[in-house]
């Protein structure tokens, strides 16, 4: 089965500053890879999406993740931040065989400081 | 635009009811979804359903069940509801593809009194 870290409960950025959110997932095979955002009073949207090809992933609002296998990580990167970014940040795993389900870690709650 | 709604923002409900809550998506998609978003816990999967009329436990369906009689249409029910159900709920719908994207309702938060 598949499981998500996300050993980031919270973390304050300044705005401007850039950002990195860490996920670390386990599973055997090849993981399809998610990362949603979730903005106050909102649902789930996504950012970006992994499951093969080239290991650095582009998404919306100018966020990337990089794949890396060896250590079981898809951490989630922003050059410079702004205020609207400020929102909570999901990571999940899902696989081939999974009918579509996902796994979702606990969230990364961001805050964006002036 | 794609678009799943779900019926109610904020629901209040008393311990021993029977709750309702209903989703419907737009977008033709195979698979719809429900979870419950708690703090600390991220979102866990309740209950799932792939096509008219079939469902699927997820890592915490105890205390509640789903109907999907349109393809449009997943509903979760509490056929009880207890405190320890009061949370967040979300509904999102996909195509069958396990690469595809989620798409997601507002949620409803729901307190059980």
């Known amino acids: 089965a598949q499981s998500v870290t996300q050993p980031d409960i919270h973390i304050t950025v300044s705005e401007g500053a850039s950002l990195e959110l860490r996920c670390n997932y386990s599973y055997g095979a090849t993981p399809y890879l998610f990362w949603y955002v979730q903005s106050p009073g909102q649902g789930l949207q996504l950012l970006l999406k992994y499951f093969s090809g080239d290991t650095l992933v582009q998404g919306i609002k100018g966020f990337e993740a990089e794949f890396k296998r060896s250590q079981s990580s898809f951490n989630l990167r922003k050059p410079s931040v702004h205020w609207s970014d400020a929102a909570e940040y999901f990571c999940?795993?899902?696989?081939?065989?999974?009918?579509?389900?996902?796994?979702f870690g606990a969230g990364t709650q961001v805050v964006v400081t002036p | 635009d794609v678009k799943v709604t779900q019926s109610s923002r904020y629901l209040v409900k008393r311990t021993g009811e029977k709750v309702f809550l209903e989703c419907v998506q737009d977008?033709?998609?195979?698979?719809m979804f429900w979870y419950r978003q708690d703090p600390g816990l991220g979102l866990r999967l309740i209950y799932f359903s792939y096509d008219v009329k079939m469902k699927e436990k997820g890592d915490i369906p105890e205390g509640y069940s789903v109907s999907r009689e349109k393809k449009e249409r997943f509903s979760l029910i509490l056929e009880s509801a207890s405190t320890n159900q009061t949370s967040m709920y979300l509904c999102a719908s996909a195509r069958l593809a396990a690469t595809d994207t989620q798409y997601f309702g507002p949620g409803t938060r729901l307190t059980v009194l």
């Open positions: 999940a795993v899902g696989a081939r065989d999974s009918w579509g389900k996902l796994q």
């Open positions: 977008m033709d998609h195979e698979n």
